[in-house]
């Protein structure tokens, strides 16, 4: 998955590793850490018994994410569906940004970058856009689109636009 994400989306060298989120309640099974870690601000080692070379640095380590329900709920029942389906109660976590471009601040940020990149599956709030359903006038209007929206007016009218 990080050669993947490295080469189709994020479009940079491949043995860079990308950050695990972690729910917090699971990380000290992972990760040598004995503290919260909300913010990606630190690195621990990686102890896991799952292969988690995507999120690994060449010296074992990992800028880790915890996760609560009282930080962020929703990305925390995301994570525990995940662990119920896979055992596994980490998900890789980078920046929602291609090579070159900033990072995704706006709807209409994350749908043109969904459209110009590789990535498969896009999910704002409630709603989920395949790439296999996209309609091919959406490439072409992300060619001519500007390359932010200024505000919430702006950024409503293209995205009806595009739908």
Partial sequence: MRDRINALVKMREAFRPFAPAVLESHSREHFELDHPSPFMLETCQVISPIDLSAITHID?????????HETNPRFAALLEEFY????????????????GEPIVCTTF????????????LLIIEDFAM??????????????????????DEEVGHLVYTLL
């Fill in 60 to 68: 074992g380590s990992a800028r880790i994410q915890t996760v609560t």
């Fill in 84 to 99: 119920r389906r896979t055992g596994c109660p980490i998900l890789l976590n980078t920046s929602f940004n291609v090579r």
């Fill in 109 to 120: 940020d994350a749908i043109m970058c969904f459209v110009k990149s590789q990535i498969d």
């Fill in 130 to 151: 395949d790439r296999a359903g996209m309609p091919p006038l959406w490439e072409l209007q992300a060619q001519q689109a500007p390359e932010k929206a200024t505000d």
